[in-house]
């Protein structure tokens, strides 16, 4: 295993939890490297990297092997021999290749064996398949199958016992590793799990599956190791996963359990799961049946995108406070407003007008004045929508809990008067260093203004831009625009300050000699301040002036006691 490929599959929340370093909702951690009071060490999972974002820590960024060092401490190597074991990487894995070809030999040798094997239904033309009759006492009187490695060696076997006991049936060598067939080709779109290699091999060989199609055996329907989830992290192109699961109870929960996992492995991952018949499983339907049922229940699985929504519904709520006089919040197909907004001084109370709807149903609304912080006002508004929208009363109780949740977040932040941090996502993030880095970065920036519609001042509209991001410098720039009446000045201004960050752009047409002097400690840091004339701003000159200059401004006032002094 190289060094990318580590670095390929080693999930960074895994080099957390192994030291018990756990992340808030925003997916952020008390950094171990420096004194954090706050979270500010940032971890990516979709991109396997984090950043510690605190002036007080020189750990930067890097991927989940980087992370893994420094949290051991003992260097790299040492990281590495970790990582390969978190990975499921056994260093002293011995190829058995030569070993199973002899236990090939022994099933054509044997009667029983070829007999057992014929009866569950497995075509023994072209399979890699042995048989043990007592040379690996752990395989004893097994039908032997290989585990492969990623080069295709065989690195472990599995035994299944064609004697009849009540015992278990199952053997694995110790210290078990490999797959089977293999690890799926990195080309694999479509991937079908199956509880177990026997139901793998029915598969293979009954199903018409093309080159883009693959079968791995699970170990039981609760185990998904580490190796099996490296080798599916290798698959680049894969679209669907189907569940082949045993038709019980087991094989049920199995699909609930690993579609969570699936959810979170790719966004847009397609999942299904084939209908297998109450108490059947691959291997019985291929005994008891023709071997088209197969492909028949292959063809006619279900899709569990409408069950990967409803996961997804707690964490994707979201509210839209653009407009304070109606707030809308949105949580999967959920839709709730509040019409008229809310009160953001009195704390102690949430009394609104809400109506709630599902996208889509036009007709089945219901709208209802009532205190969100009375619990017996909640219950029953809860009870009645779940009723009319036809959703469960449990998802509605918590979508209205994380309402509350949202609405309390947007009163604290309206009252202390703070801005909303907008977090650039990883792909965004890497989009930009990407553009960033490459050559020719003023010219490329100049003509991706000109795209947005600033037609001429080439060199005017550039060094506007080039000042309005110095915001973001200890020591920003500032620029006075000068020109007739007529000649475009607060156009180019409007158009150039529109490539900022909005919730970074501060702009008056005019301002009273006393007004920055009330705006909070901090909320002017980094931020585009934007006068759309002088003369509106004449008497805040000095003001502007001593805040480019030391940064900073106070004014003595004197004010009253209770006592009237």
Request: charged share 30%.
């Amino acid at each position: 295993m190289t060094i990318q490929d580590i670095k390929s599959n080693l999930s960074i929340i895994d080099v957390l939890n192994r030291f018990s370093l756990r992340t808030d909702k925003n997916n952020r951690v008390l950094c171990p490297f420096h004194k954090d009071k706050i979270p500010s060490l940032q971890i990516y999972p979709k991109t396997n990297s984090y950043c510690c974002f605190s002036t007080n820590c020189k750990v930067g960024s890097g991927d989940a092997l980087e992370l893994l060092t420094r949290l051991h401490g003992e260097g790299k190597h040492a990281a590495i021999k970790i990582a390969k074991k978190m990975l499921g990487q056994v260093a002293e894995l011995k190829n058995q290749s030569d070993d199973f070809k002899q236990l090939q030999v022994n099933f054509k040798k044997s009667s029983v064996a070829k007999s057992y094997a014929e009866h569950r239904g497995l075509k023994l033309d072209g399979l890699e398949i042995g048989y043990n009759g007592g040379s690996y006492e752990d395989l004893k009187n097994c039908l032997i199958f290989p585990l492969k490695n990623r080069d295709g060696e065989v690195v472990s076997m599995y035994g299944r016992s064609i004697k009849s006991t009540n015992k278990s049936r199952h053997f694995y060598q110790k210290g078990r590793s490999g797959l089977y067939p293999g690890y799926p080709a990195r080309t694999t779109k479509t991937l079908i799990l199956t509880e177990g290699v026997i139901d793998a091999i029915g598969l293979l060989q009954n199903l018409k599956l093309d080159e883009t199609s693959a079968v791995l055996a699970l170990y039981g329907a609760k185990v998904l190791n580490a190796e099996q989830r490296m080798a599916i992290g290798f698959i680049r192109e894969l679209e669907e996963v189907v569940f082949y699961f045993d038709g019980d109870a087991a094989g049920k929960a199995a699909g609930e359990k690993w579609l969570e996992y699936f959810v979170e492995l790719k966004a847009d991952l397609k999942i299904s799961q084939v209908e297998v018949p109450k108490g059947e499983d691959v291997n019985s339907l291929l005994v008891g049946h023709e071997p088209e049922v197969l492909s028949d229940l292959f063809r006619n699985r279900e899709s569990l995108t409408e069950t990967k929504v409803e996961l997804k519904t707690e964490t994707s709520g979201k509210l839209n406070a653009s407009n304070p006089k109606e707030l809308v919040y949105k949580i999967d197909d959920l839709i709730f407003t509040l019409l008229g907004g809310i009160n953001v001084r009195n704390l102690d109370r949430l009394r609104v007008t809400l109506k709630t709807e599902r996208r889509g149903d036009a007709y089945n609304r219901l709208r209802h004045n009532l205190d969100l912080y009375n619990d017996d006002q909640l219950g029953k508004y809860s009870l009645k929508a779940s009723d009319r929208l036809d959703v469960s009363s449990e998802r509605m109780r918590k979508s209205l809990a994380q309402l509350v949740d949202a609405l309390e977040n947007h009163r604290t932040k309206s009252q202390s008067g703070t801005r909303e941090k907008v977090e650039l996502s990883a792909e965004r993030e890497r989009i930009a260093i990407k553009y960033l880095t490459a050559a020719k970065l003023l010219k490329r920036t100049n003509q991706d203004i000109e795209k947005t519609g600033v037609v001429g001042e080439r060199i005017n509209r550039l060094l506007m831009y080039i000042c309005f991001t110095s915001r973001l410098m200890a020591t920003p720039l500032h620029i006075i625009t000068m020109g007739g009446s007529g000649t475009g000045k607060t156009y180019l201004q409007e158009k150039i300050g529109a490539l900022i960050p909005s919730e970074e752009v501060i702009q008056f047409t005019a301002t009273t000699d006393n007004a920055l002097y009330y705006i909070k400690d901090g909320d002017l840091r980094n931020k585009l301040i934007l006068v759309e004339d002088l003369d509106g701003a004449e008497g805040a000159l000095f003001i502007l002036r001593e805040l480019m200059s030391k940064k900073w401004v106070s004014k003595l006032v004197a004010q009253k006691d209770a006592s009237g002094k």
